[in-house]
């Protein structure tokens, strides 16, 4: 998907047309081909999301269309990961924690550098879960910092490993999952340090 078809199609905007054909129409307007880049994601989340602390009145318009788009636009194009995480973000605006942090995991799982551009309250939405989504996220972390700085890092993730290992003496049954995730080795190829 090149920007200028995102540009494209956000120019068709109608005004007076409710939230939900917007963005059906959109959805129809965007060639389903390969993956949209970094820069048409951003076009995109800055149109249909504003900027921080503007996405509850541009979402308000619509909560239901908001959540179908991004749903249906990460699961089109499942190779980027960063659309999955706009998903669950918008499911957290919207009032679904729950369904917000299964749809986090699956994106920072793909990608765990794009924890980056989520914000740090993330941690407080996983801690609160608990349990396998809390450790999940932890490992996560751990595995984004891995990758951002091997060398730099090594001692943080040391340290987070040998605690969350500690930690999971409690709840042996999760600590498969666990390893799964701290002993990945594949750089993810997507956008990652891009904003959400």
Known sequence: ??????????????????????LGRLLDALPPGRAP???????????????????????DRDRQAHVAFWRELSDRFPIAPRLRGIYADTLLLTG???????????????????????????????QLAGGGEWAAY?????KAAEIDDPVGNRDYVAEQQSALLA??????????????ILQGTSRPNSSSDESP
């Open 138 to 142: 932890r490992a996560l972390v751990i």
């Open 167 to 180: 930690d999971l003496r409690q709840e042996p049954d999760l600590v498969p999952a666990v390893l799964r």
């Open 37 to 59: 880049s970094p820069k048409a994601i951003d076009i995109l989340s800055h149109a249909l999301r504003g900027g921080l602390g503007d996405e509850h009145q541009r979402l």
């Open 1 to 22: 998907m090149t920007d200028d078809a995102v540009i494209r199609a956000l120019e068709q905007e109608r005004p007076d047309e409710p939230e939900a054909v917007r």
């Open 96 to 126: 679904d924690p729950g369904g917000a942090r299964q749809q986090f995991l699956a994106a920072f799982t793909a990608d765990p550098l794009l924890l980056y551009g989520f914000g740090g309250e993330l941690r407080d939405l996983f």
